[in-house]
């Protein structure tokens, strides 16, 4: 009667109507939380008794309920038994493909009763709901952590159980996130699907697309509170503030030593195993990092993708341009604790360094010399 949708059963027009009403008559005897379906209610007790009686034949992973094995069962065999009629999009869950039809008739059935704003499916609507009340019903009984989304919480599991249930077919490396997965697999194809509209530069990230294009408009908008320098990217400000709080969190088991990221540290262990897992197509010379092997790729291309928008003067590597952009700048963000003076490269500051030490010892030296007696040094000569 309120959105005209209509229903083979009347069991289930009763359950649609809840949607409307927001009645939740099934609550839990232990928690006290309320469901408006039956189904849910027993879905929510296994959460208590961790009761997980639907289990994967591929896998072996167990489930709490009939309905979310299948669906992840289709992740082995890549089912999609749902057609859109419209496009003929294919999806694994019919959930899907009733979202996915409603981008092609536009309706937005779901709206939010504090601004109004409308959705295509309902637990958008929920999720946004929780952007108003703060909401973070998803708890990780390890840890504490709240979340406002379920797949954020499934993924922040896989961090206390180490799960990584996306493998690379081609070289075995497993993900925790399908989304890395895909990244990953395209250090193998060099797939780059994000060009940027400016230069027409090529990127298999978009991270990397949006970071790029700030070297065209300028923009860094994330700013350190030590000293006020800012960064395109917030996760290369938070590298940068270690350089100030020198906060190491990656230790190597093996050895013990510590690094500023978590990069530095992949690349350390290879050390230890003698892993070189990229090698170049060209000459067949491998190498523990991909960023080596990208470097050493150019010394066969000859390609500098580095260039200095003032004098036009391109670079090979990240680093030396970052060096060189400073003759323009004239940033010096290496200054010497003892008297002050300061240099655009740390190698610099080193060498100026020692002049103090040096300084330092002859002192001492002709310091001692003065307090010998005169007949005391001429028996030395």
Known sequence: ALCGKAFSKCFNLRQHERTHSGEKPYECHLCGKAFSQCSHLKQHERSHNGEKPHGCHFCGKAFT?????????????????????????????????????????????????????????????????????????????????????????????????????????????????????????????????????????????????????RSHNGEKPHGCHFCGKAFTESSVLKRHERTHTGEKPYNCHVCGKAFTESSDLRRHKRTHTGEKPYECHLCGKAFNHSSVLRRHERTHTGEKPYECNICGKAFNRSYNFRLHKRVHTGEKPYKCALCGKAFS?????????????????????????????????????
């Open 65 to 213: 309920e009939s309905s979310v094995l299948k669906r992840h069962e289709r992740t082995h065999t890549g089912e999609k038994p749902y057609n859109c009629h419209v496009c003929g999009k294919a999806f694994t869950e019919s959930s899907d493909l009733r979202r996915h039809k409603r981008t092609h008739t536009g309706e937005k059935p779901y709206e939010c009763h504090l601004c109004g704003k409308a959705f295509n499916h309902s637990s958008v609507l929920r999720r946004h709901e929780r952007t108003h009340t703060g909401e973070k019903p998803y708890e990780c009984n390890i840890c504490g952590k709240a979340f406002n989304r379920s797949y954020n919480f499934r993924l922040h599991k896989r961090v206390h159980t180490g799960e990584k249930p996306y493998k690379c077919a081609l070289c075995g490396k497993a993900f925790s996130k399908c989304f890395n997965l895909r990244q990953h697999e395209r250090t193998h194809s060099g797939e780059k699907p994000y060009e940027c509209h400016l230069c027409g530069k090529a990127f298999s990230q978009c991270s990397h697309l949006k970071q790029h294009e």
């Open 345 to 381: 490269k740390c190698f610099n500051l080193r060498q100026h360094e020692r002049t103090h030490t040096i300084k330092t010892i002859n002192v001492d030296d002709s310091s001692d010399i003065a307090s010998t007696p005169k007949y005391t040094r001429g028996l030395t000569h």
